[in-house]
């Protein structure tokens, strides 16, 4: 069983950083792209920034130049480093990941969710 476990949220005041840590576990053959969102209720699930295997990125323009997204394979982990964080940051935070699991087969997995609250 495939489980993807994020940490790091929290409350945090304008201003002010957080680091978001997300571990795969499980039986898995590998992991290519691996993915944070957010989602504010009411509204649909975004990307916030994602990272593939070689490394290569892409973020959100929200995000562009206040996030970094990093992964470390050996530890099948991910992390989003927050800074300069504003209110509109507040949302749930999903980490997600595209993992094999067969041959053949490749699935996408998502973390529970963990609370991110900007205070002004």
């Known amino acids: 069983q495939v489980q993807l476990v994020e940490s790091g949220g929290g409350l945090v005041q304008a201003g002010g950083s957080l680091r978001l840590s997300c571990a795969v576990s499980g039986s898995i053959l590998g992991i290519n792209a691996m993915g944070w969102y957010r989602q504010v209720p009411g509204n649909e699930r975004e990307l916030v920034a994602r990272?593939?295997?070689?490394?290569?990125?892409n973020y959100a323009d929200s995000a562009k130049g206040r996030f970094t997204i990093s992964r470390d394979n050996a530890k099948n982990t991910v992390y989003l480093q927050m800074n300069s964080l504003k209110p509109e940051d507040t949302a749930v935070y999903y980490c997600?990941?595209?993992?094999?699991?067969?041959?053949?087969?490749?699935?996408?997995?998502w973390g529970q969710g963990t609370q991110v609250t900007v205070s002004a």
């Open positions: 997600n990941a595209d993992i094999r699991v067969g041959v053949l087969q490749w699935t996408v997995y």
């Open positions: 990272i593939f295997i070689g490394g290569m990125t």
